[in-house]
């Protein structure tokens, strides 16, 4: 019978093994082509069968602008808006957009390609950092969007517009690393996938989207305010990226950019993405087991 260190000595391999982290990693970057092929394919595939196809990719996030405008626009008295609420909810519901599909695609991406998982050898990881490209390339035209908005409501372009760039490759690696965690954890745990939707909901309602977290909760006609709650929102990354973002796009109009957010947002992604690579990588051999 061969041994395991025969076998090593004879170049053979165990099918479907869990390669060293860093073979595995440049395994994985070698198919980064691949990654964005797939990402592309998936937005063609999904939008094909629609009469608009493609334009659903831009209708979609400013259906839920206007939705989420009328709606807290009439219910939000107007001394309770933050200023320039128009732009600030239209930055709060396109950037979150991005977290939320994201992970949400990403969770699904082990379970929605087991036959792919199951017969062909490939790298497990391509399939949920394709799923966080495919969404982040559905991103960037709202990006475009958002910027033409903010020009047609009277808003001259700045130079610190550019730091959505940085900011925006931050939310990417972010994203990507939740989503490497979130992938492993429900392909082991499948219901996890029906609690997405309600976990997004909650980060929804309460990271601000239309409302400004400091404002609501900071101290206001003598009263102290809630700074437990100022405080937690602080270490919040998904708060943390919107306020980088409005206030990238918004300063000098009541927005001032929170140097400490660069700090923590820096640290969520690259220590998030880091960990994501390794949980994941750690249970490559058991992905699309039928136990």
Known sequence: ???????????????????????????????????????????????????LGMLWVILKPLLNA?????????????????????EFLLIGVFVFEFFAQSWTAGGKSITNNASLVQSLAFPRMVLPLAAVTQRFLQFLPTVGIMLVFLLASGNRPQLHWLLIVPIFALYFVFSC?????????????????NFLPFLTRFFFYTTGIFFSV????????????????IKISDFQPIHEFLSLAR???????????????????????????????WFFWRAEERYGRVD
């Open 177 to 193: 690393g939740l989503a490497l965690v979130t992938a492993r954890l429900a392909a082991h745990w499948r219901d996890l996938n």
């Open 214 to 229: 400091e404002e609501r909760f900071g101290p206001r006609d003598g009263h102290k305010g809630h700074p437990t709650i």
């Open 1 to 51: 019978m061969t041994t395991a260190e025969d076998a090593a000595r004879l170049g053979l391999h165990k099918v479907g093994g869990r390669p060293p982290l860093r073979d595995y990693v440049a395994d994985v970057w070698r198919r980064r082509t691949f990654i964005y092929s797939m990402a592309r394919f998936k937005i063609e595939s999904e939008n094909q069968q629609n009469s």
């Open 66 to 86: 206007l939705v989420y405008g009328l709606i807290f626009g009439l219910l939000l008295p107007s001394n309770t808006r933050p200023p320039h609420f128009v």
């Open 247 to 277: 206030s990238a796009l918004l300063a000098g109009d009541s927005y001032t950019i929170d140097e400490r957010y660069w700090l923590f947002a820096g640290t969520w992604s690259l220590g998030l993405f880091a960990f994501g690579v």
